[in-house]
């Protein structure tokens, strides 16, 4: 990275700081799709998140049938007409998980998002300025990972009427301390650059400064953790729903799919595998592609 | 190392408050009116106002902060609606199964991360290494309750060698207790299992690397020696700092495979309360989880600060 910014800089001999930062970004950019190709689970990851994306954005033309339509064909075994069989109130399982996957691809991605929106500036904010305000932000973020993770999700849940807005709400509650964690790691480290006092010696506005100089520091554990966090929230979401505390019926939702028919799991146990196998595979997917990501984004690794 | 121990216990006090004051909010921030919440169905007029009167609820909010907080530390952790019994009975009663629960899984966890994580990590791109981590990989995703349902399918109905759901106290009959515990701990395990095999295996390689090793292999200390008392001892460093947050996943997982095996624990019990609406029990076991994650935290930190002696000989001269 460094060479490629000599090279830029060196043959016109003159220093162009903004130049320089734009190819940066591109070649870093460059460099990173180019690690991540080469990674062949991450391809696999990155193939079955976008036929997931794909899914979810088709699902009324992809099921078969409607997902709530109750017929008394209940409990069939798969066959042709339903090829993953019927629940207990006749509804086609396919359709059931094609429309769930809405769910999950929803909450997963909407509340890393939110989250992500939330507590990037809290950490920025907290690492940047320092002082008390770092102080403030930071114990108020311990009181909240005090927390066991999951115990806070459902503390929320009951605060609010379970409900697929809340659940996402939750998550991303949850999220934001670890991420304003992270940046503010990262962040710090920034700061103490000479750079950035050179720059703000150039009596640059301080948000330019974060935005131009500060924030693309922080981007790549953003990605990853955001990446992973996806996963991690459809497993929690698919809990909260097994539970009974998230999305509530008749919707589609996997988590809860798995728990309405567990007791004929002795008779029928195909309705419970198949709604966790769509969990197991989409988060699987997430995370390859996570894990592929982080790699291709350490600065360690040569290119 | 005492200095190092103090500090951490001092600390500990207004991480407590902060649980204690948002486990206190966050019963004030359920919708409707507190006193018909804590009585349900046993509204009476007369029970209104002794209620009133307990939680001082005519006085500001931080006074019955303090009163609330007082009543928890003598003992009062409020009565169920449902139960209509001291709550605290029944959480002691039940914390002992939990804490099996947990410890079982965790012990589980490390029998199976430390040894396949360090054969990982010592044969790398090898098969060992390969089915590890793709094992480890899928045990990272699987949901705990989707994995307790599959053990339950084979091992509980298709083979019929375990059983599918219910306890058995230790007290009555120690191999049935250990055979109801089985399939819960190995759910619950399996998860942590597969996170901390990746850990451990990426630690290992990092300190299999460095020149203290290769000396020791140099001056003629067998490999078993080698691995065990001077890698591993520096590999499980990075692992017990993210203890912490794998002892919150624990316990989070703890409360879903409860309800699965129908375990009679603190977290079905926690379920039962929010399906019943019992916010008094809710409450109660919020708390309860919370301030038993914030004290297996300190104890995980006390453990870092023995396992890395940079701890204990960093402590500024008094």
Not at chain 1, 221 to 228: D, E, G, K, Y
């Amino acid at each position: 990275m460094r060479n490629e910014m000599t090279a830029v800089v060196a043959p016109q001999g003159q220093v162009r700081r903004g130049e320089s930062d734009e190819v940066q970004a591109r070649s870093m950019l460059a460099v990173t799709l180019r690690r991540l190709r080469r990674s062949h689970t991450a391809m696999v990851g990155l193939a079955i998140v976008v036929l997931l994306l794909l899914v979810a954005a088709l699902a009324d033309v992809l099921a078969p049938y409607s997902p709530t339509q109750t017929t008394p064909n209940s409990m069939a075994e798969p066959n042709w007409n339903h090829p993953l069989g019927t629940d207990l109130l006749g509804r086609d399982v396919l359709s059931r998980i094609i429309h769930g996957s809405r769910i999950s691809v929803y909450v997963g991605v909407v509340a890393t998002l939110l989250g992500t929106l939330l507590g990037v500036p809290l950490g920025v904010v907290a690492g940047f300025y320092g002082g008390w305000i770092d102080n403030l932000i930071m114990r108020l973020m311990d009181v909240l990972l005090a927390f066991p993770i999951f115990l806070l999700a459902i503390v929320i849940m009951v605060i609010l009427a379970p409900s697929t807005t809340n659940v996402v709400l939750a998550l991303a509650i949850v999220r934001i301390p670890i991420l304003a964690r992270i940046v503010r790691g990262s962040v710090l480290s920034v700061r103490e650059n000479e750079y950035i006092e050179a720059v703000k010696a150039l009596a640059l506005s301080q948000v330019r400064v974060l935005w131009r100089h500060v924030l693309p520091n922080c981007l790549a554990p953003i990605i990853v953790t955001s990446t992973l966090n996806v996963g991690t929230a459809i497993i929690i979401e698919a809990s909260l729903s097994f539970l009974g505390l998230g999305t509530q019926p008749p919707t589609p939702t996997w988590g809860w799919d798995l728990k309405q028919n567990l007791t004929l799991i002795e008779i029928h146990p195909w309705i419970t595998i198949f709604p966790g196998l769509a969990i197991l595979v989409t988060v699987l997917a997430f995370n390859l592609l996570g894990d592929g990501l982080r790699d291709a984004l350490d600065p360690r690794l040569k290119a | 190392m005492k200095e190092y121990i103090l500090r951490r216990l001092v600390l500990l006090v207004p991480t407590v408050l902060g649980v204690t004051l948002l486990v206190f909010l966050m019963m004030r921030f359920i919708p409707g009116d507190p006193v018909s919440l804590l009585l349900g169905d046993y509204y009476t007029p007369e029970a209104a106002a002794v209620i009133h009167q307990q939680y001082g609820l005519d006085r500001p909010l931080h006074m019955q902060y303090v009163l609330w907080l007082k009543q928890v530390i003598s003992g009062n952790w409020g009565y169920s609606i449902i139960a209509k019994r001291p709550i605290l009975s029944d959480l002691a009663r039940r914390l002992p199964i939990t804490l099996e629960l947990v410890i079982l899984s965790m012990a589980f966890a490390l029998l199976i991360a430390i040894p396949a994580g360090i054969i990982a990590a010592l044969r790398p791109n090898s098969w060992h290494d390969y089915g590890a981590m793709t094992t480890a990989m899928i045990g990272v995703s699987i949901p705990e309750f989707f994995l307790g349902v599959l053990l339950i399918l084979m091992f509980a109905l298709a083979w019929d060698v375990l059983p599918a759901v219910g306890y058995v106290p230790l007290t009555q009959s120690a191999s049935e207790n250990l055979r109801h515990m089985v399939l819960p701990a190995v759910t619950l395990g399996l998860g942590r299992a597969a996170l901390l095999t990746r850990l451990i295996r990426a630690s290992m390689m990092e300190v299999i690397r460095l020149d203290y090793v290769t000396t020791a292999r140099a001056k003629g200390v067998r490999e078993w020696l080698v691995v065990l008392k001077h890698a591993l001892k520096n590999a499980l460093i990075p692992t017990v700092t993210v203890l912490g947050l794998q002892i919150g996943f624990l316990i989070g997982g703890a409360i879903v495979v409860e309800s699965v095996f129908s375990v009679p624990g603190v977290g079905s019990f926690g379920i039962t309360a929010i399906a019943m609406r019992d916010y008094p029990q809710v409450q109660a076991f919020v708390l309860l989880v919370a301030l038993a994650f914030v004290l297996m935290n300190l104890l995980v930190d006390i453990l870092y600060g023995f396992l890395d002696p940079r701890i204990k000989y960093d402590q500024p001269a008094s």
